[in-house]
């Protein structure tokens, strides 16, 4: 990613760098970083482009992935379960959303919403009747700007590794983990 000399500091402090920090990980002395930082020094080729890569590697090890978010107790239904359940399911672990999954694939989404307009219309007797579009699947390393821009949409993202799904992530899950960080 390429930056400015000025945002040296900027990016330093998100990582929560000391100067003498990134100058001991890019191998640079840490005068050199506090002469950059203050505009005092026009620094070498080759001094910036260890520290630009110093802190792209810093900040590429810092990034949250699907895997370390998710619940990998995935509660769900099959297409052919009834409606009774889905309640039963929802209300014994409190979620308020599951997929719907046959062969190991999600085909659907059960929602308090969606089971509350199948009881008042009384139309649907099994999840298949009145299941939701499916949630997506990202894979384990996901990123965290990409579970976040999903779930803008989405009421959950479903994890796979090579195909198997191992785990799901709601907006609370998201939350709960960034607001731990």
């Keep these: 990613m390429p930056y400015e000399l000025g945002e040296i500091k900027k990016i330093r402090k998100a990582l929560g760098l000391t100067q003498t920090d ?19 020094i026009d620094p070498t080729f080759t001094k910036t482009k260890k520290i630009f890569q110093t802190l792209d590697d810093l900040g590429k090890k810092e990034e949250i992935k699907a895997q370390e978010v998710m619940n990998t107790k995935i509660i769900s239904v099959s297409p052919d379960d009834d409606i009774r359940e889905s309640i039963s399911k929802m209300k014994k672990f409190d979620i308020s959303q599951m997929p719907v999954i046959e062969d190991h694939k999600a085909v659907g989404l059960i929602s308090e919403s969606i089971l509350l307009d199948a009881l008042m219309g009384k139309k649907g007797k099994t999840a298949a009747d009145i299941m939701g579009e499916a949630p997506p699947t990202v894979s ?42």
């Design 22 to 40: 990134l100058a001991k990980k890019a191998s640079v002395s840490q005068s050199l970083i506090a002469k950059i930082e203050s505009g005092n």
């Design 140 to 181: 384990k390393t996901a990123s965290i700007q990409v579970l976040s821009s999903l779930l803008r949409h989405y009421p959950m993202v479903l994890v796979s590794d090579s195909g198997k799904l191992i785990g799901l992530i709601t907006k609370a899950d998201l939350l709960g983990k960034l607001y731990k960080s």
